[in-house]
């Protein structure tokens, strides 16, 4: 069985700080790793993934994420955030059960303030 | 996305009544996938799809049932409708489990 659980429901930061938003997984298999966003009365967006080999990934709007193994964690993160970037974001984990099914955690609603 | 659309957008229905929701893509994706979202949990497996008439169970599949008779169509009932079921559902595909999921616009389902 898998699981997510991401530690923060919600992340007030300032334009141009920088943010990470925190994501740990549990599985018995080995895993693909997926960062969504979601703005609002939107469908998910793929922002970055994780399949194998380097354990940081950089995805889309300056996104990037480090796998990390011996904590079971993948933390997303961002340098400068911008207004545009208010969303909600949901870490997920991918295992081969025999069907490619997808767990999401909760969700990480980040709100950037001028 | 051009490739996967969900119908309708909206809908309010009353309590008892089926509802047949729609998602259907162009890109000839092996698997379907349909989710619910709440505030707090995030989206939930309903039931997937990995070929047409091949569906199985999610986690959250009490009062829903699916079919899939085209690989393009992939069809969510509720058989009879409850105030619990009111929720936004998300149609997703892939054609791997390396790819990431491609979502659907969503359908707003309100049940009075």
């Known amino acids: 069985a898998q699981s997510v659980t991401q530690l923060d429901s919600q992340v007030p930061v300032f334009e141009e700080a920088p943010v990470e938003l925190r994501c740990n997984y549990s599985?018995?298999?080995?895993?693909?790793l997926f960062w969504y966003v979601q703005y609002p009365n939107q469908g998910l967006q793929l922002l970055l993934k994780?399949?194998?080999?380097?354990?940081l990934v950089k995805g889309i709007n300056g996104f990037e994420a480090e796998f990390n193994k011996s904590q079971t964690s993948f933390h997303l993160r961002k340098p400068s955030v911008h207004i545009s970037d208010t969303a909600e974001y949901f870490c997920?984990?991918?295992?081969?059960?025999?069907?490619?099914?997808?767990?999401f955690g909760a969700g990480t609603r980040l709100f950037v303030k001028a | 996305d051009a490739g996967i659309t969900q119908s309708p957008r909206h809908k309010v229905t009353e309590t008892g009544t089926p509802v047949t929701l729609r998602c259907h893509q162009t890109?000839?994706?092996?698997?379907m996938y349909w989710y619910r979202q709440d505030p707090g949990h995030g989206l939930r497996l309903i039931h997937y799809?990995?070929?047409?008439?091949?569906?199985d169970k999610g986690e959250v599949s009490d009062g829903y049932s699916v079919s899939r008779s085209k690989t393009e169509d992939f069809l969510l009932t509720l058989e009879s409708a409850t105030s619990s079921q009111t929720s936004v559902y998300f149609c997703?595909?892939?054609?791997?489990?390396?790819?990431?999921?491609?979502f659907g616009s969503g359908t707003r389902l309100t049940v009075v």
């Open positions: 997920a984990v991918n295992g081969y059960t025999g069907g490619f099914k997808t767990i």
């Open positions: 599985s018995s298999v080995s895993v693909y």
């Open positions: 994780y399949l194998s080999g380097s354990t």
């Open positions: 890109e000839n994706h092996r698997y």
């Open positions: 799809s990995y070929g047409v008439k091949d569906t």
């Open positions: 997703a595909i892939t054609g791997t489990g390396d790819q990431g999921y491609t």
